[in-house]
C-alpha cells in the first residue's frame, strides 16, 4: 500500500507550531514598564517567523517581527499621558506560519510612592507640596534625599516634572531654599517675603532707668516656606542692643508672625532723644523700621499762660517724671512776683501758685533796662526768669520759664 501524498508530505516536511509560555499579563505600574515572554516552535519541522502587533499604542516590541524556534520577545509599556487610577486593557497579537496567538494584557497605573524619615507616604507632587507647607524642615530633608529624584522621575506626569531644574536646585547647601524653590518654579506656592508690620517705634526712657529696656519690632511672613534674612543697624549704637540679627522659617509662627527683639540700655543713652534704624536685608528686598528715643527730663514746667498783666496770678505746672516725689526749689529774684514758699513737694503733678504786683512806672523802668531783671519785647513786655531746681539721685537739675509781663492788658 502506497501512502497518500498529502499525508506523506505533513509527515515530512510537517508545519510549524506556535507556542508562548504566557497567557495573559496583568500589571501594576508607576512608571514606564518592562515585560517579556517566550515563543516557540512546538512542531519538529519549519522554522516559525511571523510579526507582533498591538492595539495598544503605548506599546511596543523587541523585536516586533521574528525568524527562529525559539524568540525571546521583551515589551515597554510608555505610561505617556496615563495618571494613577487610569487602566490600559489591550491585546498582544502574535501572528505567524505557525499560527496565531492573542495574549490579553491589562494595566493599571499606580502611584508609586515615597515615605518620610517618620513614616509619611507621598504619592504625588501635591503631596510634596502639603508636607512642606506642614513642615518645611521634613520636606528639605525627602529633598535631599538619593531617592527623591528618582520618586520624581518615576511619576505618570514626569513631564510636567522640571527634572533638569530638581538637578540644578539639589546642589544647593540650603536644602530648605532649594525645596522652597523647586515649589516655587512649578507655581505650588508663592515666594515668602519678610517685612515689617510698622515702619517706626517710640520708646520712652524714664528718669533713673537703670534696667535694659526690652523691646520688639513685629515682622511678618508672606506664605510658608523658606524664608531668611539679616537684621542689622547700619550704624552702630552703644545704647542699642539686637538680640536677633537673623530671621528663619522657624523664627515665625505657623500664622506668619515674628519679631526681632532687642534691647536699649538706658545707662548709655547720653542724649535727650535719638533715631536708630534697624535694616532687614532679604537679599531680595531691604526694609527699615526706625526705633525713636526719647528720654524724659526729671521734670516738665509750664505756666499757666504765656502773659501776665501788672497785677496779676498765674501758677508753674509741674510734671514729675520720676517714680518718686520731687523736692523742688523755686529761684525767683524779683522782687514783683510772690510764691507762698520756696520749697514744694511734687509727687505726680502739681501747681505752684505765684501772684505778680507791679506799677507801670517799674515796669516802664525794668522795660528800659535801668533795672536788672529783664528784656523788653518791643517795648511792650518784660521777660522774667523764674528757675526750679531740684535733685534726683544725687544730681541737681535746674529748669527755667520765663513769664512775659504786659503793659496793655489787652495784649495776651
Given at each position: 500500500?502506497?501512502?497518500?501524498?498529502?499525508?506523506?508530505?505533513?509527515?515530512?516536511?510537517?508545519?510549524?507550531?506556535?507556542?508562548?509560555?504566557?497567557?495573559?499579563?496583568?500589571?501594576?505600574?508607576?512608571?514606564?514598564?518592562?515585560?517579556?515572554?517566550?515563543?516557540?516552535?512546538?512542531?519538529?519541522?519549519?522554522?516559525?517567523?511571523?510579526?507582533?502587533?498591538?492595539?495598544?499604542?503605548?506599546?511596543?516590541?523587541?523585536?516586533?517581527?521574528?525568524?527562529?524556534?525559539?524568540?525571546?520577545?521583551?515589551?515597554?509599556?510608555?505610561?505617556?499621558?496615563?495618571?494613577?487610577?487610569?487602566?490600559?486593557?489591550?491585546?498582544?497579537?502574535?501572528?505567524?506560519?505557525?499560527?496565531?496567538?492573542?495574549?490579553?494584557?491589562?494595566?493599571?497605573?499606580?502611584?508609586?510612592?515615597?515615605?518620610?524619615?517618620?513614616?509619611?507616604?507621598?504619592?504625588?507632587?501635591?503631596?510634596?507640596?502639603?508636607?512642606?507647607?506642614?513642615?518645611?524642615?521634613?520636606?528639605?530633608?525627602?529633598?535631599?534625599?538619593?531617592?527623591?529624584?528618582?520618586?520624581?522621575?518615576?511619576?505618570?506626569?514626569?513631564?510636567?516634572?522640571?527634572?533638569?531644574?530638581?538637578?540644578?536646585?539639589?546642589?544647593?547647601?540650603?536644602?530648605?531654599?532649594?525645596?522652597?524653590?523647586?515649589?516655587?518654579?512649578?507655581?505650588?506656592?508663592?515666594?515668602?517675603?519678610?517685612?515689617?508690620?510698622?515702619?517706626?517705634?517710640?520708646?520712652?526712657?524714664?528718669?533713673?532707668?537703670?534696667?535694659?529696656?526690652?523691646?520688639?519690632?513685629?515682622?511678618?511672613?508672606?506664605?510658608?516656606?523658606?524664608?531668611?534674612?539679616?537684621?542689622?543697624?547700619?550704624?552702630?549704637?552703644?545704647?542699642?542692643?539686637?538680640?536677633?540679627?537673623?530671621?528663619?522659617?522657624?523664627?515665625?509662627?505657623?500664622?506668619?508672625?515674628?519679631?526681632?527683639?532687642?534691647?536699649?540700655?538706658?545707662?548709655?543713652?547720653?542724649?535727650?532723644?535719638?533715631?536708630?534704624?534697624?535694616?532687614?536685608?532679604?537679599?531680595?528686598?531691604?526694609?527699615?523700621?526706625?526705633?525713636?528715643?526719647?528720654?524724659?527730663?526729671?521734670?516738665?514746667?509750664?505756666?499757666?499762660?504765656?502773659?501776665?498783666?501788672?497785677?496779676?496770678?498765674?501758677?508753674?505746672?509741674?510734671?514729675?517724671?520720676?517714680?518718686?516725689?520731687?523736692?523742688?526749689?523755686?529761684?525767683?529774684?524779683?522782687?514783683?512776683?510772690?510764691?507762698e514758699g520756696r520749697f514744694y513737694l511734687v509727687s505726680?503733678?502739681?501747681?505752684?501758685?505765684?501772684?505778680?504786683?507791679?506799677?507801670?512806672?517799674?515796669?516802664?523802668?525794668?522795660?528800659?533796662?535801668t533795672e536788672r531783671g529783664g528784656v523788653a519785647r518791643?517795648?511792650?513786655?518784660?521777660?522774667?526768669?523764674?528757675?526750679?531746681?531740684?535733685?534726683?539721685?544725687?544730681?541737681?537739675?535746674?529748669?527755667?520759664?520765663?513769664?512775659?509781663?504786659?503793659?496793655?492788658?489787652?495784649?495776651?
Open positions: 500500500m502506497k501512502p497518500i501524498p498529502e499525508l506523506l508530505e505533513q509527515y515530512e516536511n510537517p508545519l510549524p507550531q506556535i507556542k508562548c509560555d504566557k497567557t495573559a499579563f496583568r500589571l501594576d505600574t508607576a512608571r514606564d514598564v518592562y515585560g517579556e515572554f517566550t515563543l516557540t516552535n512546538a512542531s519538529a519541522g519549519g522554522l516559525l517567523s511571523g510579526v507582533i502587533e498591538s492595539d495598544l499604542p503605548n506599546l511596543s516590541f523587541t523585536p516586533a517581527s521574528f525568524s527562529g524556534n525559539k524568540i525571546k520577545v521583551t515589551f515597554k509599556f510608555e505610561l505617556g499621558i496615563y495618571q494613577p487610577g487610569d487602566t490600559a486593557n489591550a491585546r498582544i497579537i502574535v501572528t505567524s506560519n505557525g499560527g496565531e496567538i492573542v495574549l490579553p494584557i491589562y494595566i493599571t497605573v499606580i502611584a508609586k510612592t515615597i515615605a518620610t524619615d517618620d513614616g509619611t507616604v507621598l504619592a504625588t507632587l501635591n503631596d510634596f507640596h502639603t508636607l512642606h507647607s506642614s513642615n518645611a524642615a521634613d520636606a528639605a530633608k525627602l529633598f535631599a534625599r538619593k531617592d527623591f529624584g528618582d520618586w520624581l522621575s518615576s511619576m505618570p506626569n514626569s513631564a510636567s516634572v522640571n527634572i533638569e531644574l530638581y538637578n540644578h536646585l539639589k546642589v544647593d547647601a540650603n536644602k530648605e531654599r532649594a525645596a522652597d524653590n523647586f515649589l516655587i518654579c512649578h507655581g505650588m506656592k508663592e515666594k515668602a517675603r519678610i517685612y515689617t508690620k510698622s515702619s517706626e517705634t517710640d520708646i520712652t526712657i524714664q528718669p533713673g532707668m537703670q534696667d535694659g529696656i526690652n523691646g520688639i519690632i513685629d515682622v511678618l511672613k508672606t506664605a510658608p516656606g523658606f524664608a531668611e534674612a539679616d537684621v542689622f543697624i547700619p550704624n552702630c549704637q552703644p545704647w542699642l542692643q539686637l538680640i536677633t540679627t537673623k530671621l528663619t522659617d522657624s523664627s515665625f509662627n505657623p500664622g506668619g508672625l515674628g519679631c526681632i527683639d532687642y534691647v536699649i540700655q538706658p545707662t548709655l543713652f547720653t542724649k535727650k532723644r535719638a533715631m536708630a534704624t534697624v535694616k532687614i536685608n532679604t537679599h531680595d528686598e531691604v526694609y527699615e523700621h526706625k526705633l525713636f528715643v526719647n528720654a524724659l527730663p526729671i521734670l516738665n514746667s509750664s505756666l499757666s499762660k504765656d502773659t501776665f498783666f501788672l497785677q496779676d496770678s498765674g501758677c508753674i505746672k509741674i510734671i514729675n517724671n520720676t517714680t518718686g516725689d520731687l523736692k523742688v526749689e523755686i529761684i525767683n529774684k524779683h522782687d514783683f512776683i510772690h510764691f505726680k503733678t502739681g501747681e505752684i501758685p505765684f501772684t505778680i504786683k507791679l506799677d507801670a512806672g517799674r515796669f516802664a523802668r525794668i522795660a528800659n533796662n518791643n517795648n511792650e513786655f518784660n521777660r522774667v526768669e523764674i528757675t526750679l531746681k531740684t535733685v534726683f539721685n544725687g544730681v541737681l537739675y535746674t529748669q527755667t520759664v520765663f513769664p512775659w509781663i504786659s503793659l496793655h492788658k489787652g495784649i495776651l
